[in-house]
DNA sequence: AATGAATGAGGGTTCATTCAT
DNA sequence: GATGAATGAACCCTCATTCAT
């Protein structure tokens, strides 16, 4: 086996036994078991547990990031079809590989300060993201005067909880269409049947 | 000082440091330095360290569930007034006890099966009760048509992430007032300036 | 209750979990509980939990030797009749307090250096007694020709073994006569049909 | 160093801390300092102290019974011979290695529950086969009409405080020539010069 | 590159003993 | 004398990492 197909091996197997077990229940021992090589082997490519921990959730994190692309005014889509677009990317992501859900969602929060602060940063990223975008659309008349920073909060912790619930617990048993109508639709639409506030 | 007040004193102590630190960087050494206690007072008082945890854990998911009223249609407060009320309640705890919101947002997750299970079943039953509001509110016209479920993983994910920035992060600058109407507006009123999909 | 009873009451509670748990499973929590005492009175009767274990040994020990009196040649009983008396009045002892047999006759044993030096001066000591006499009985032509000390052993031994097998065990079902008789019986009389070793 | 070699050696060097100290008085410390392994290296061969110890109590268990082989009568040897045979075997073993005697005769008892139920059940089969060959040597004449657990009690007895008196102890200076002929002696021929109680 | 035996720092827990009340 | 909360030294075991082969 070449060593660059050795190493994603090795990564694979530890990012199963992460996902499954969490950070600290998964041992050495269970990645290399999984992957198949002996324990030498695993520090040939990887300096650390950590190392290879922080290695994966560079990876996901990108992965992630890669699937959310910043809503253009002037484009082909309309602003709709393309937070639509954005959000069924991230939905057949995490629905295609669960271990990414439950790496960036659950199990990597509260490990060190470190993994912490690159979490929070991803996110405070995606935050500042939709805020921008809200601020935009606010300005441009498509979104309605409501807080950018909270209305920023909402989208994404809504999305991310509707993800955990439906694709990684499967405690709510909505498809993918369901799912992005749905997130859209209550975002967009609100929940109140007349004007709130005055 | 009377056992009451040392086991209390001790689960403090051991509070601050598993929110400051997580569980497993938390020592035994961290906890009882913080006491104030010597090694073996600690075990007079807890079996182990995951059961202090756990412990901690109780007491704050009860904490935080006291705050959760169901919402009554027939009660003296309109049910939008009761929404509010709930929301301030666990605002001002978060606020005021900042460690619960570490626990029951971050640390605690992935830890170990059992309190992976305790939390799921904790958000699960705040999902349902959310859920079923929503339901209600919707045969009595009072929301609007949408999946109930979806709207309630929105409700409890929205306020938490706001809850997540803005109390624990601070990366969101919003005082108590603008978060309970900015969560409100948000939520009821959605985001669109127009009726969405059609 | 007056001290020197309280500190009685203590010893039989302590010589019960020792006979029963063995030395290192008694806790001081288990003596404690059993002679229905606080953990500090323990403390006021006996400076530590060796020194309440070696009150114990040494007055089952005395006790034991008081059944044991040296064979006199002299006396109104003879020689043999003296034996049977020493013999019935041990496993009288035995019997009726089976802890004194499980304490010297199992659970001290290697325990620590002293303790084994005791046991082993104790016995060595009914050694030199049986000895002793075994040798005066030679002399006199009440016993055939043996090794004395290889004698003794197996006088000691056998008697000890039969004494744990019937009294502790309760694997050899063998009533008081039995067992006196029997011992008696094959002690003096040997197992074999005709002369042995010429 | 072959991992087998290995581990026999630290089962050794746990052998001779146990038997010089005893089960609780020797430490994971003491058995890896002997061996010169490193306290990880103990753990890679046994799963704990416990272990270790049974393992040790196994091997010495069956390597003293594999020196006692049940008396038959048709055999090339007479079962005299055959006796002699066996206690010579017996005598040889604990002389050359020490630790066994301390082992099944002193360390181990009083230890655990299982520990001693194991013991128990070890003598007990001794006991059983002694029986069993005195009965059988009453029946063909060879032995005298005795009570054969009583017998059997003194045979095991006898023989065992015999053994710990010369070779373990040493305070009994028998040679092994005596110690077979003495006990061959004393045991088949009893002490009495005439016959007792009739 | 691959192996797997060896390492040892580190942490959770126990329990005999003390001491203030 | 009596109490029982407090103490802390001691010890077993784990597991990430290393290194000789």
């Avoid at 060593?3 to 994603?8: L, N, S």
């Avoid at 198949?36 to 990887?46: D, K, N, P, S």
């Avoid at 699937?67 to 639509?84: C, F, H, N, V, Y």
């Avoid at 300060?113 to 929070?120: G, N, P, S």
Wanted: proline residues 3%; aromatic residues 8%.
């Amino acid at each position: 086996m070449k060593p660059q197909k050795r190493k994603v091996a090795i990564a694979e197997a530890a990012a199963a036994c992460f996902a499954e077990h969490g950070y600290h229940a998964t041992q050495i021992s269970d990645i290399i078991a999984r992957a198949g090589v002996a324990r030498g082997t695993f520090y040939l490519y990887f300096k650390s547990k950590h190392e290879i921990f922080n290695a994966i959730l560079d990876e996901f994190i990108s992965t992630l990031q890669d699937q959310i692309k910043t809503i253009e005014l002037g484009a082909d889509m309309s602003p709709a079809e393309q937070m639509r677009a954005n959000v069924e990317r991230v939905i057949d992501l995490v629905t295609g590989r669960p271990e990414i859900g439950k790496f960036l969602f659950n199990e990597a929060v509260g490990l060190d300060k470190a993994v912490d602060e690159r979490l929070r940063r991803f996110y405070g990223s995606l935050l500042d993201m939709i805020e921008k975008s809200v601020s935009r659309g606010i300005s441009f008349g498509l979104v309605r005067k409501v807080d950018p920073r909270v209305a920023a909060c909402i989208v994404l912790g809504g999305f991310r909880e509707l993800l955990i619930q439906s694709s990684i617990f499967k405690t709510a048993k909505v498809g993918r269409k369901a799912m992005v109508d749905g997130l859209i639709d209550v975002l967009l639409g609100g929940l109140s049947g007349k004007p709130v506030l005055g």
